[in-house]
């Protein structure tokens, strides 16, 4: 442990603190700008600056380490008439007209700052150079005019990220934020995660969707779990006056610490598929309109006593949705089929494997943030699931080997060690043909290659995707634990949806085949159906559509009832690593439309069924993949 | 003792800070009663006094000839001055100009604006100010007090005009110190 005195407080800390972070321990204010908790302390902007007894000038607080005995003061004089100065020297430098600026009175870090330190004015007025704005992104503004230089965006993008797409040309006055070698953001290798419009302090590169929509005194915060895929992030909505504003990461989230994908962060506000806002009914060959009460009257006439009854739910859905559905149909009507739009195809053969040896042989997606070898099985990162794509990413520049084996294009393999062919349908003679390379050193060079770096490995982790859940057999996924047990490797399997596990741990993971049913009930929410299903569905002579959105689905069902979507409605989710999350209602439900979950019950009420709703002990009845924990 | 004599006047900006001062409604009954309002914009008298006032309040940034003169001389001719406003205090939204030059501003004013017609001409006569980059008023004369914000509350005009009325130099600072 480190003594120091930090403004007449004695304070103890653990080497390698900073003196900024023990001040913050202790509950002192420093001021900064390009210190961020979740990068490594740059020491750029010089606000953060102290004085110590017996160092010769003014010292950064952010990247100087605490050493015993050291004696700290954070508020003389000298150091005020610092703190004006570098910010007097920042607003010099470009264009910092708060007046015409996005992030103004309220949202702006530099700005803020100002404030804080009484500046009614600027002892030093702007040097007038105007420099270009790269507005080629769908999504980001990029505006070297209000860029301070802190350089968070940079440090964000390949320290977080790790996909290093910005970057500085030039030097001091004449320093360059860019994209790539100078290309328009728009055009370059920006993978829109958005994580350095989230952490940029002022105005330098905003947000299109919400600019000028709404301040931070003026939104409101709904914080929960995204809901567009098993990683589970944790991310705060944004509305004003019953709109979506933004989202954003939520940067003390354990698991994403702030980072989201485009998938969780822009698309959802980009959603321009027509709305549903009444129960439709088929009647003399058409959909018409119909109030709530006969459309469920329908539904109950047309479903029977569930003979032939194919009931399908969105894995989108949260658990108490997917419980109840499952009570309603697999329990109550004991319907032919009840599964998932997934049909299990990222879960079922794993699950299996959990289940036949009553043991988890996942582990969590903490290990694959701290690894040294990653072995990807028929899973692109790049394109799925890209958070936990960001932790694999991030290490490679450390030294973290990353080995991809995939038989179709994978954009992760690009920045791989080691890539291997890996067909789909052969994952079982893959996988023994690797163990046999682990086990003696024998056989192709490039499972010997493989083998090795494995072999070497101190936290090697192994991540498989959908594609290899579904094409894997008994044998394979045997083989896999094997591997896994011999390396002592982790093994992480991403799943597919949000709900993806916890459909599994229901048991909705049955395969739906083409027609053959007398009826379908088909609880969409607010997931595209696929042609597909479309396709599966066409001879069905009656089918229930619950969806938000209208589709080539919903126009040829019989009755449509119109749900909420996600910003609509709150529930619990099971990620990937089997944390339980609650994702958080954020918009007010419009007038006429029911969560999917109420809209279960009114049918149920209809078929005089009282479904189970104790949720929590129906996902526990099977041995799940991973450990189940509430986050 | 004589009330304090207040003056005011507008250089390149417009008018908005002094609808924000008018914004303070019927107290403006209460800061005549504490101050001797003379020359203003919305007052008969356009100069201040030959022999000097207590407080000079300029609203606006300082875009020609002309301008420098006016705060020049109410800089002379007041104890205390006040730049009132974002335009005063760091240039305001005239000071955008300034990333483009006076000559491109007065061509796309004048030549290319879409609502002109095919005989338009940069007015041009001796009679008229030369125009200069957009600065501060500090830029030009040294300012006491800044009071910013675009415009600046009612609220705080409001503030500031009794504790000037009163002999103290206000604090602005807190909620009381927006730029925008």
Known sequence: MIKLTIDGNEIEVQEGTTVLEAAEAAGLYVPTLCHHPQLTPYGGCRLCMVEVE?????????????????VVKTN??????ARKFVLNLIFSERNHFCMYCQVSDGDCELQNRAYDEGMTHWDLQPNWQPFEVDASHPFMVLDNNRCILCRRCVRACGELVGNYTLGFEERGADSMLVADYNVPLGESSCISCGTCVQICPTGAIIDRQSAYQGKETEVDHHIGVCVECSVGCQRDVLTRDNRLIRIEGVWEAPLNHGLLCDKGRFLPLEDDRPRLLTPLVRKDGSLKAAIWDDAISAIAEGLGKGEGLAAIASTRLPIEDLALFKSVFADSLKAELVTTLEEGKATASLAKMAEKHGQSFESNLETLKDTDVVLSLELDLVDDHQVAGFFVKRQLTDGTKLIVADGKGNKLAEKASLKLDLEAGNEGSFLLKLHEAIESETGDEGFVKAAKILKAAVKPVIVYGQDFAANADDKAVETLVEISESLNASLVGVKGNANSMAASQLGLESPIKANGYKSAFIMLGDEEPSQKLVKQLEDVPFVVALSAYGSQLTGNADVVLPVTMWAEQSGTYLNMDGRLQKAVQALEVPEGVLTSRE??????????????????????????????KEA | MSKPKVASDWLCGCAGCHMSLLDIDERILQVVELVDLRATPITDLKEPDEDGVTVGILEGGINNTYNEEVAKKMRERCKILVAL????????????????????????????????DENVKIPSSPELAEMTRVRAVHEVVPVDLFIPGCP????????????LAQGRIP??????????
């Not at chain 1, 209809?606 to 993949?625: G, M, Q, Y």
Request: aromatic share 8%.
């Open chain 2, 85 to 116: 406003g974002d335009c005063a205090v760091f240039g305001g939204v005239p000071a955008m100009r300034n990333f483009f030059g006076a000559e491109a501003a007065l061509q796309r004013a004048y030549v290319e604006a879409e609502s002109n």
């Open chain 1, 54 to 70: 017996g160092a010769r000038t003014l010292q950064p607080s952010c990247t100087l380490p605490a050493t015993n005995g050291m």
């Open chain 1, 76 to 81: 003389t004089q000298k150091v005020l008439d």
């Open chain 2, 152 to 163: 600046p509350d009612a609220d705080v005009i409001f503030y500031a005009l009794v504790e």
């Open chain 1, 599 to 628: 809209t279960l019950l009114k049918i149920s009420e209809a078929l005089s069924i009282e479904p189970e709703t104790d949720w929590k002990t129906s996902i526990t009845l099977r041995t799940p993949t991973v450990e189940i």
């Open chain 2, 171 to 180: 604090e602005i600072k807190n909620e009381n110190l927006h730029w925008h």
